[in-house]
Nanobody, 116 residues
Framework: VQLQASGGGLVQAGGSLRLSCAAS????????MGWYRQVPGEQRELVAS???????SYSNSVKGRFTVSRDNSKNTQYLQMNSLKPEDTARYYC???????????WGQGTLVTVSS
């Protein structure tokens, strides 16, 4: 299984970006997806997650501004980021969990930079 993330870039504060993460390979059954972010010197933190049934959860820092979604027919997840703040600057990683196989896969990360 491979994950390919895209959509990062430079944006001014208050702007929007949409990240995508396409999964390829043998993906069957239940799979949960999510987005994490990391800045140098800090731990990777959960931003948002979505189950195979569409149940979503968000970190308090992005709730109301970010929306996670998925297209199961394309094995792709998205992160719509609105009202971006400089503190949202980080490398964003997508994640795929296959709980029945107890396997986790990560994308390569895409850099989001928000200027003030």
């Amino acid at each position: 299984v491979q994950l390919q993330a895209s959509g990062g870039g430079l944006v001014q504060a208050g702007g929007s970006l949409r990240l995508s993460c396409a999964a390829s390979g043998s993906i069957f059954g239940i799979n949960d997806m999510g987005w994490y972010r990391q800045v140098p010197g800090e731990q990777r933190e959960l931003v948002a997650s979505i189950t195979s049934g569409g149940i979503t959860s968000y970190s308090n820092s992005v709730k109301g501004r970010f929306t996670v979604s998925r297209d199961n027919s394309k094995n792709t997840q998205y992160l719509q980021m609105n009202s971006l703040k400089p503190e949202d600057t980080a490398r964003y990683y997508c994640k795929l969990d296959l709980p029945l196989l107890k396997r986790t896969y990560w994308g390569q990360g895409t850099l989001v930079t928000v200027s003030s």
